[in-house]
């Protein structure tokens, strides 16, 4: 028997740079609930506005979901690729929470909201403090519920390149759970145990088919070298971490999860190598590509 679908995701934007109007955020909700909360904040207006005319987003309007639909902000970490649309979007936004950990409000607190580069809506940093936005200090692995909503949140530290983190988030809605990864390296190449760490506290949801879905970037096709990643992830490095976890999660359990693949750059044909370079594996998992305003249930 066919289990009935949880969450609702809108990919607001889902690329891994350059166009401005399509960059990492995802809004996530329980299906047949009010309330969205959003996964990073690369793209904001443009996501929702294109989400509205593909009537993905019906009866409603930009300033209506930013204002009222999105309850709060998981940012992943503060590059602007991920965070441009809260910063930009926030004069008109309303009051909600934004969680992350330390070294991504610190970012926040001292680089963006600052009076400098932008008016300060936090509650914390350079005066005088708007309080807009209440920063959410969160810590590893460490659950904490995501307010306006009915779901919880437990952050993962990833490592995103040399002396850089970045988070995933682990999203809770009664026994149901959904993995999203920020930019993240694999392992072999970040000499870390970061991911390993993360496939090993998820595995259980896993073999009890409570995780519904990973959202995991791959960046760059296998030709980029692998001294020239920055950080990300290629097909051939994604699939040896999924051979970790499948190594955690043993038998078919693996296979029922979607694996949502997110922050590919935009360069000419590399969605469609991605793609193929992915299907090339033995475990016969479930690889989607994101798009733009494309709804995702699971």
Not at 179 to 193: F, K, M, N, Q, V
Request: aromatic share 10%; hydrophobic share 40%.
């Amino acid at each position: 028997m066919a289990q009935s679908k949880v969450f609702k995701v809108i990919p607001l934007g889902v690329e891994g740079g350059l166009n401005e109007s399509n960059l990492s955020a995802y809004l996530l909700g329980v299906k047949g609930q009010p309330g969205y909360i959003a996964l990073d904040a690369g793209t904001i207006y443009s996501g929702i506005e294109k989400a509205i005319q593909t009537k993905v987003l019906q009866n409603t309007s930009v300033s209506a979901v930013l204002q009222d639909s999105i309850k709060g902000y998981c940012i992943s970490h503060a590059h602007l690729d991920h965070v441009a649309g809260l910063i930009i979007n926030s004069p008109n936004d309303s009051k909600k929470n934004i969680y992350a950990m330390p070294y991504c409000l610190q970012v926040l607190e001292n680089n963006y909201f600052t009076w400098q580069s932008w008016a300060n809506f936090g509650d914390a940093g350079s005066p005088p403090l708007l309080n807009k936005y209440h920063y959410v200090s969160l810590q590893a692995q460490q659950e904490v519920a995501l307010a306006g909503t009915n779901m919880f949140v437990t952050p993962f530290v990833l490592s995103h390149g040399s002396n850089y983190q970045s988070t995933a988030f682990l999203v809770r809605y009664s026994n149901n759970y959904v993995l999203y990864l920020g930019d993240t390296g694999a392992d072999t190449i970040e000499h870390s145990s970061h991911l390993k760490e993360l496939w090993q506290s998820v595995a259980p949801l896993v073999k009890k088919q409570q995780l519904k879905a990973i959202f995991i970037e791959v960046s760059y096709s296998n030709k980029q070298p692998e001294t020239q990643l920055f950080g990300h992830l290629t097909p051939k490095l994604l699939l040896q971490e999924m051979q970790v976890l499948h190594g955690f999660t043993g038998n078919d359990a693996l296979k029922k999860v979607k694996i949502i693949v997110t922050h590919i750059k935009p360069e000419k044909n590399v969605a469609t190598i991605i793609q193929k370079e992915l299907m090339q594996n033995n475990m016969q998992l479930q690889f989607q590509l994101a798009q733009q305003a494309k709804p995702i249930y699971f």
